[in-house]
């Protein structure tokens, strides 16, 4: 992942519905949810919930798919995983045993 891209997940997470948003919808996968699921469970409007899942599209954080009338949302678990490996990846400089806590914190999941 590049700085840019990183930057870019960070400043689409760095507001608080996006990030209740991005964070419900990990919770939801593989099946994710629907916008207007999504919009009653975090109390916001539906054409703000838009705005804000547009910020978060673009970042490449979430999926949309049209079925029929409705839009499911997804994360993107793969932008997910590149996004945690960018902030780890230097970790501890090379001395694998400061790591082994995050690692074991992760491994639940």
């Known amino acids: 992942m590049k700085n ?9 997470l760095s507001q608080e519905t996006r990030l209740e948003a ?23 409007p539906a054409n703000t ?9 673009r970042a490449g954080l979430v999926t949309a798919e049209r079925r029929s009338r409705i839009i499911q949302y997804r994360a ?3 932008r997910l995983r590149e996004l945690m490996l960018f ?10 045993e400061l790591c082994e806590p995050l690692v074991a914190e992760l491994a639940c999941c």
């Open 49 to 57: 919930l838009s705005s804000h899942l547009g910020i978060l599209a």
């Open 87 to 96: 902030l780890a990846k230097d970790c501890c400089g090379g001395r694998a």
């Open 22 to 44: 991005f964070r419900l919808l990990v919770r939801h996968e593989p099946e994710g949810l629907p916008a207007g699921e999504l919009a009653r469970a975090l109390e916001v």
């Open 76 to 78: 993107d678990i793969a």
């Open 4 to 12: 840019i891209d990183a930057l870019a997940a960070f400043g689409a």
